[in-house]
């Protein structure tokens, strides 16, 4: 079983900037994507960023330019630098791990609140 443990969320002013970081450890077989979601209160959990063991990233268009993911596969860590925020990035961000060949399972962490004031 793999566990994912968020931290780096808090409260932060319209412009500012936060990291995010993300470890999954356990489990049996590799970590293959990684990726950061979000939840804001009433809506659906959206993608924020993922980015494969290559290195490969993709971003929602929300946040192109501003957000940059990143990753150290031999801790199994996921980064999220998040600067210009703006009061819509206000949500839980939810770390996402997915394990490969055999078992292709997401695992999610328990979420970390990031609020922006205006």
């Known amino acids: 079983q793999v566990q994912v443990v968020e931290s780096g969320g808090g409260l932060v002013q319209a412009g500012g900037s936060l990291r995010l970081s993300c470890a999954a450890s356990?489990?049996?077989?590799?970590?293959?994507?990684m990726g950061w979601y979000r939840q804001a209160p009433g809506k659906q959990r959206d993608m924020v960023a993922t980015?494969?063991?290559?290195?490969?990233?993709n971003y929602a268009d929300s946040v192109k330019d501003r957000f940059f993911i990143s990753r150290d596969n031999t801790k199994n860590t996921v980064y999220l630098q998040m600067n210009s925020l703006k009061p819509e990035d206000t949500a839980v961000y939810y770390c996402?791990?997915?394990?490969?060949?055999?078992?292709?399972?997401?695992?999610w962490g328990q979420g970390t609140q990031v609020t922006v004031s205006s």
């Open positions: 996402n791990a997915r394990s490969g060949y055999p078992e292709f399972t997401n695992y």
């Open positions: 356990g489990g049996d077989f590799s970590i293959n994507t």
């Open positions: 980015i494969t063991r290559g290195h490969t990233t």
